[in-house]
């Protein structure tokens, strides 16, 4: 198998998790300006809500992704107030032909107070579990 992960973040929170997740996966983790350029069977791909939606650079990185590059995307990420972006990512990737899988990591995130020191440890700890079962 072979993997790529990318992400998007304007605090870092969805970075340190990208870091962990690609570290496991043996790859580097890169933001989204850095297109995918061989092949995948997954895209790990993280981002977060901002503005109650995912950031207009994640739908047309998503949008700009090749179904002959891309196998399926694995979406995760983390938010302080909203849950999943999984609903969001998969209309972009049903538009560009690219599979989702079902399952998804999440985790709550830092922003201005609000859940202080997240992810944490512990998080990144379920991060790296949660990306064992796709190697």
Known sequence: MKF????YTKTGNTKRLAEAIAKELGVEALPISEPVTEP??????????????????????????????VGKIVNFGSAALLNSTYKKVKTEADKAGIPM???????????????????????IKAAVEFVKQYK
């Open 4 to 7: 790529a992960v990318r992400f």
């Open 40 to 69: 995948v069977d997954i895209l790990f791909l993280g981002n977060s809500y901002y503005a109650f939606n995912i950031d207009p650079e994640v739908r047309a990185f998503v949008a700009g992704l090749s179904k002959d590059k």
């Open 101 to 123: 899988d079902e399952q998804e990591f999440h985790c709550k995130g830092e922003f201005k107070g609000l859940h202080k020191g997240r992810p944490n440890e512990e998080d």
